[in-house]
């Protein structure tokens, strides 16, 4: 099965579902032993003694990098250029170019698969790129109140003034102080202003016109 381009797609996605199993999810190491085990079947079905060891260890190397981004780093770059060093480790094991097009295609879609199970409440996940996706989302339904949302309820309210608008500056609103725009205009400290719109935390105020005559 492994020598058919089917057979190389299946394994090969296998093998990086149950590594990155293993990364994402605490499987006590069950994840890591199948993914060896399968790649190692590729890996050595193409390879000779010598170029198994050299291309295992650059395979190696790469989930390195992914695991060291998520765990330490944080920032992505280390990620996905060890994503790319397991992406050629297989591709360079296979004997043709059809071959490494199944087998590049098996690790995406089994790297992609394994998302799902950090989708499952009930399996205990690892501490993996939390700077980038936050496990513990601050929703109002958990009793925090984001800064937009905050914002928003400034719509409509009247403010004063602190500094010269040019177009930003500062006004105060109920006791608070505010980084605001204006729609263009300068205005002048002390004057009594509106909020007309808020755009993310950008607040947006209009000088109020006066009443007389």
Same mark, same amino acid.
């Given at each position: 099965?492994?020598?058919?381009?089917?057979?190389?797609?299946?394994? #090969?996605?296998?093998?990086?579902?149950?590594?990155?199993?293993? =990364?994402?999810?605490?499987?006590?190491?069950?994840?890591?032993?199948?993914?060896?085990? #399968?790649?190692?079947?590729?890996?050595?079905?193409?390879?000779?003694?010598?170029? &198994?060891? &050299?291309?295992?260890?650059?395979?190696?190397?790469? &989930?390195?990098?992914? %695991?060291?981004?998520?765990?330490?780093?944080?920032?992505?770059?280390?990620?996905? =250029?060890?994503?790319?060093?397991?992406?050629?480790?297989?591709?360079?094991?296979?004997?043709?170019?059809?071959?490494?097009?199944?087998? %590049?295609?098996?690790? %995406?879609?089994?790297?992609? @698969?394994? !998302?799902?199970? %950090?989708?499952?409440? #009930?399996?205990?996940?690892?501490?993996?790129?939390?700077? &980038?996706?936050?496990?513990?989302?601050?929703?109002?339904?958990?009793?925090?109140?984001? !800064?937009?949302?905050?914002?928003?309820?400034?719509?409509?309210?009247?403010?004063?003034?602190?500094?010269?608008?040019?177009? #930003?500056?500062?006004?105060?609103?109920?006791?608070?102080?505010?980084?605001?725009?204006?729609?263009?205009?300068?205005?002048?400290?002390?004057?009594?202003?509106?909020?007309?719109?808020?755009?993310?935390?950008? =607040?947006?105020?209009?000088?109020?016109?006066? @009443?007389?005559?």
């Amino acid at each position: 099965m492994i020598e058919s381009v089917l057979g190389v797609f299946v394994i #090969t996605g296998v093998a990086m579902f149950f590594f990155f199993a293993e =990364i994402l999810i605490r499987l006590r190491g069950l994840g890591a032993l199948i993914g060896v085990i #399968t790649i190692g079947l590729y890996f050595s079905s193409f390879l000779s003694t010598t170029d &198994l060891i &050299l291309v295992g260890l650059g395979f190696a190397l790469g &989930l390195a990098l992914i %695991i060291a981004d998520g765990k330490f780093v944080n920032d992505g770059i280390l990620g996905v =250029i060890g994503f790319f060093v397991v992406l050629f480790s297989v591709a360079f094991a296979a004997p043709d170019g059809i071959y490494a097009t199944y087998s %590049i295609a098996g690790v %995406i879609l089994g790297s992609l @698969s394994s !998302l799902i199970l %950090i989708r499952i409440d #009930t399996l205990p996940k690892r501490a993996m790129w939390g700077k &980038l996706a936050l496990k513990d989302q601050l929703t109002s339904e958990k009793g925090y109140n984001s !800064l937009n949302e905050s914002y928003k309820e400034l719509v409509g309210k009247a403010g004063v003034t602190e500094s010269m608008l040019r177009p #930003t500056g500062t006004v105060k609103i109920e006791d608070e102080r505010y980084s605001a725009v204006s729609n263009g205009q300068y205005i002048e400290p002390g004057q009594n202003v509106k909020v007309v719109a808020v755009d993310g935390t950008k =607040i947006l105020v209009e000088k109020e016109q006066s @009443s007389e005559g």
